[in-house]
C-alpha cells in the first residue's frame, strides 16, 4: 500500500482585510500539497501516518509588526513569518503539528505590486516559503539560501509559476 503524505489546513483570520478566505484555503492547499509531494519525493522527507497540521494565520501589518518586534526584536512588518512546534531540521521526522505560517496582507499586496505579480501567486509563494521554514530550511547562509530557494522553485514550477527569485542573489 502507498502512503500519500499530506498535512492538515487549520486557517484563522485575525486581522486584515482578506477577501474570499475560501480561495485562500484553496491557494494554500495547492501550495501545501506541492511542497509535501516535492519533500517526500525529492528530499527524501520523512511524513508520519497521521497527517501533521499546519496553521495558515492571516493578519494584517499592524498585527505582523508587533509579532515581528517581539518574537525577531524588529518592529517593523514583513510578509511572512513561520514559528514551528518543535525544532526541526531538513530530513526529520514532523511531529502531530508542525507550525504556524502568519502572512501579513498589506505587505504582500505591496509586494506583489512592486514585482508585477498577482497577489495570488505572492501568497501561494510565501506558503511555500513559510512551510520550509518549519521543516528546518532557512535562507541565513548563503549555501542554505541557495538549497531554500532551489527547493521553492521547483514546487512553485510544478504548480506552473515562475521563478520567485528570478536573476536575484540568493536572500
Do not use: C
Request: hydrophobic share 45%; no cysteine; aromatic share 6%.
Amino acid at each position: 500500500m502507498s502512503f500519500d503524505p499530506s498535512v492538515s489546513l487549520a486557517i484563522a483570520v485575525e486581522a486584515g482585510e482578506w477577501g474570499d478566505v475560501e480561495a485562500i484555503e484553496a491557494l494554500a492547499q495547492a501550495a501545501l500539497a506541492a511542497a509535501v509531494r516535492d519533500l517526500a519525493d525529492r528530499e527524501g522527507q520523512p511524513f508520519p501516518e497521521e497527517p501533521p497540521e499546519v496553521s495558515l494565520v492571516l493578519a494584517d501589518d499592524a498585527m505582523m509588526a508587533a509579532i515581528n518586534s517581539q518574537w525577531r526584536n524588529q518592529p517593523k512588518p514583513t510578509n511572512v513569518l513561520s514559528f514551528p512546534a518543535f525544532p526541526l531540521v531538513p530530513g526529520g521526522q514532523p511531529g502531530p503539528m508542525l507550525g504556524d505560517i502568519i502572512l501579513a496582507r498589506e505587505t504582500i499586496e505591496r509586494e506583489a505590486a512592486d514585482l508585477g505579480k498577482p497577489v495570488d501567486e505572492h501568497i501561494t509563494h510565501l506558503i511555500v516559503h513559510g512551510f520550509l521554514h518549519l521543516f528546518g530550511y532557512d535562507h541565513i547562509e548563503n549555501s542554505d539560501a541557495e538549497k531554500m530557494e532551489a527547493i521553492e522553485t521547483r514546487i512553485l514550477t510544478s504548480l506552473d509559476l515562475s521563478d520567485p527569485y528570478g536573476d536575484t542573489e540568493p536572500v
